[in-house]
């Protein structure tokens, strides 16, 4: 993972909408679930490809442990509401837009280290499990 660039960003205009889902970052860890679930699959077929090397058990063992990322089910981002008071600024040349503020440059890099931390997390937890995978074939 590389840190977001933010060179040069300041005073540009993007949509107020996407201003408000960065400083927002609503549902970060399902997202961030999300994307590692995809990354951990591809590595894991990969390793299971030479299916002949591994044990009926541990083969049903590795399939299982990526777990299927879920969203809750409850509620929708505040920037969804389309009765909510919408800062927008008359000088960009787009209708709805806003100016990069520092608000948002940090907002993006408290976001990529949320991720990283979410990320580092979850392939921890599916690491653990693939210890238990081997250390329980072990035992059996």
Known sequence: MTPPDTTGLRGQCIS?????????????????????EVIAREKRDSIL????????YKLKCYKDLIEQAMAPVYGVSWCSNPNREKNTDETCETEGQIRIDEEYLKALHDNYNTKR???QRIFENINEKAKECEDRESNI
């Open 117 to 119: 931390t979410n990320y």
């Open 16 to 36: 107020e909408q996407q201003h408000c889902e960065t400083i927002e970052n609503y549902n970060a860890y399902f997202n961030d679930a999300w994307q590692v």
């Open 49 to 56: 490809k030479d299916s002949a090397t591994f044990s009926s």
